[in-house]
């Protein structure tokens, strides 16, 4: 622990010029290892979504837990993880007919499933690949966004036939995404609905496997039979949408972004950070705010500090607000060049906005950048 702290205030004092973010090793790799746990416990395999951490290195600490699957949402985070020797990748965004002959070159190196939902798709995919992929049909079991209602038993079939007739391609079953579950009032229930619909469905079906992903479901419910694979990504960060759920606590959140304090305005209670939305995001939680503070001065993850809340964002500013007494006195004691530690509303959103993370022990970690053409 005092190596630890030792490394915080040199990073505090040497290292951390501007807004960076920060990665607590421990409790990721802590977060990570329940996960996998939980996926054993409940037999299915676990395939972890990427696009939360982004990093070759984060990847290795799933690895080092016995991970050898992951999920991604681009085919530019496909390519890097093949790059960094991952060898079973689902691509699980619906297909896209104009990158067919980037899938086909990553299918010649790598076991790749993708995702269809539409005929067009699945032709565009048998006259473009020369390599098998695995071909997953996206279900739609009340979330709303991509993907053949699970009802639709007719057209499930009509698909299915169509994937099984392409050259190259083979079916490999059913996966949905519950991303309704986040707002819903038990995200457990929300979870059960969707394994019956998958299961459902499967009846009509007769084939494939079937995989769900989200990590509300994940977190909160045990009985996953029937089921075959579990996608969550959130959990290896978590973080305050996830906690206002009652999916985390406090001490599972992995990922804050330290910020520069260079306005302190006792007058009207707030201090403001360089650190706006083009470093956390626009996401605010349900009552508006835009982020909460889990620490003040060191680099150390505390707990959640009473009475703090990024209250307004611009651009490049963010506005922090003191409420309540404790919170005043600290503000108070407040000078630009302090650090805060904010904790992101929305990990995966917050972590896009940077290039790479800083552990506590003071390590750089590479994150893949996204192909802008
Ligand atoms: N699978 C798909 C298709 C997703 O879109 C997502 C997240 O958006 C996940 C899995 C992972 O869910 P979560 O972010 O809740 O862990």
Redesign the pocket.
Known sequence: VSDLLATSRHLREHLIRRATLLVDERRARSNIETFVQRAANANVILR??F??HQSAKIAQWFGDAGVTRA?V?SLGQARYFADHGWQDLTL??GANPREVADYDDLAARIDLGL?VDHPHTIAALASGLNHPVGCWL?CDTGYG?TGVPWHDTDRLHDLVSLIEDAPNLTFRGL???A?H??VAEDPANTFSQTRLRLQEAHTVLKRGLL????????ATTRDWSGLDEA?????VFYDLM?LEADICTADQLACAVACPVIGVYPERQEAVIHAGAVHLSREALQDGSFGRLLGLGEIGFEGLLPGWELERLSQEHGILKAIGDQARAELVNLRPGNLVLVAPVHS?LTCEQFDCYQTLAGETLPRYHRESF
Not at 211 to 218: K, V
Not at 231 to 235: A, L, M
């Open positions: 972890p979504h696009k939360t999920t949402s699980a965004m995702l996206d966004r996966l949905t995404h991303g579950g986040y995989s769900a992903g989200d990590t509300p479901g994940f996608r969550p990504g959130n959990f996830q995966c």
